[in-house]
C-alpha cells in the first residue's frame, strides 16, 4: 500500500505569491489534516478534512485554506505569502471515521518564502 | 498556554538504558499519540492512545486520564533511537490538535 504522498517536496516563492500543496493520502483513508512545523513554534495544526467537509480548523489567519476532493486528495493554499509561512507543511491521512484514528504523515513540502 | 507540556526537553542515553518521556496536558482528550521525528525525516506515529497501555518491541506507552499524563518508555535504547518524540493530543472538544515541544533523544552507543 502506497503511504501519503506530498507534492512538491520543495519549494521557493517571494513574498506576496501564492502558494498550493498537495496530499495524497493512504488508499481507503478518507481523512486528511494539515500542520505547520516551524523551529521556533514547533507543529501547528492548520485544519483537517473528511469525505470532503471542513472538520476542524486551528489559529491560523485566512490566507490559510485547504479542500478536500472525492477521491480524499486533499490541497492547501496560502495566499499573499510571507517571510514567516517559511515552514515544512506536512500532512496525515487517517482511517479514522470519527476523532479517533491513528495518523499517517507524508514527507513534508518545504516550503521557503524569500 | 500551552496545552501539552514534555519533559524533558533533550535527553542523552547510553546504549541500554531505560528511558522515560512525560507528556502532561491541560484539556480533555480524545486520543493522544506519540510520534517519532528523525533529523531531516517525516513523522512517524509510534502510537496512539486513549486509555491504559500499549507496546510495540522496545517502547511502552501508558496513558493515565485522570491525571492528564502520559509517558512513553524506551526499554534497552539503541543509537537508531535517536529522534525526537512529540507527544500530540487530540480534544475532545472542537477536535482540535495540540503538541508538545517535542523531546530530542540522543543514544551514544
Same mark, same amino acid.
Given at each position: 500500500k502506497a503511504g501519503v504522498t506530498q507534492t512538491p517536496r520543495y519549494l521557493i516563492k517571494t513574498r506576496g505569491q501564492q502558494v498550493t500543496l498537495s496530499c495524497s493520502p493512504i488508499s481507503g483513508h478518507r481523512s486528511?489534516?494539515?500542520?505547520?512545523?516551524?523551529?521556533?513554534q514547533g507543529l501547528q495544526f492548520l485544519f483537517e478534512y473528511f469525505s470532503e467537509t471542513q472538520r476542524n480548523k486551528g489559529n491560523f489567519?485566512?490566507?490559510? /485554506?485547504?479542500? !478536500?476532493? =472525492?477521491?480524499?486528495r486533499s490541497e492547501m493554499n496560502v495566499s499573499t505569502l510571507e517571510l514567516g509561512d517559511s515552514a515544512l507543511y506536512l500532512c496525515a491521512? /487517517?482511517?479514522? !471515521?470519527? =476523532?479517533?484514528?491513528?495518523?499517517?504523515?507524508?514527507?513534508?513540502?518545504?516550503?521557503?518564502?524569500? | 498556554k500551552n496545552e501539552v507540556e514534555q519533559s524533558?526537553?533533550?535527553?542523552?542515553?547510553?546504549?541500554g538504558e531505560f528511558i522515560t518521556i512525560n507528556c502532561s496536558y491541560s484539556v480533555?482528550?480524545?486520543?493522544?499519540?506519540?510520534?517519532?521525528q528523525h533529523p531531516g525525516g517525516g513523522i512517524v506515529s509510534l502510537f496512539m492512545l486513549s486509555s491504559g497501555k500499549k507496546?510495540?518491541?522496545?517502547?511502552?506507552?501508558?496513558?493515565?486520564?485522570?491525571?492528564k499524563h502520559?509517558?512513553?518508555?524506551?526499554?534497552?535504547s539503541h543509537p537508531r533511537d535517536?529522534?525526537?518524540?512529540?507527544?500530540?493530543?487530540?480534544?475532545?472538544?472542537g477536535n482540535q490538535f495540540y503538541f508538545g515541544t517535542g523531546t530530542s533523544l540522543t543514544v551514544i552507543p
Open positions: 486528511v489534516s494539515w500542520y505547520q512545523q516551524t523551529p521556533g489567519p485566512g490566507r490559510f /485554506s485547504g479542500r !478536500q476532493f =472525492s477521491n480524499s491521512s /487517517s482511517s479514522g !471515521q470519527g =476523532s479517533i484514528g491513528e495518523l499517517f504523515f507524508g514527507e513534508g513540502s518545504r516550503l521557503t518564502v524569500l | 524533558p526537553q533533550n535527553l542523552t542515553a547510553q546504549e480533555g482528550i480524545s486520543a493522544l499519540h506519540w510520534l517519532q507496546k510495540h518491541g522496545r517502547l511502552i506507552a501508558t496513558i493515565n486520564i485522570q491525571e502520559s509517558s512513553l518508555h524506551i526499554t534497552a535517536s529522534a525526537v518524540y512529540i507527544c500530540a493530543v487530540r480534544s475532545n472538544t
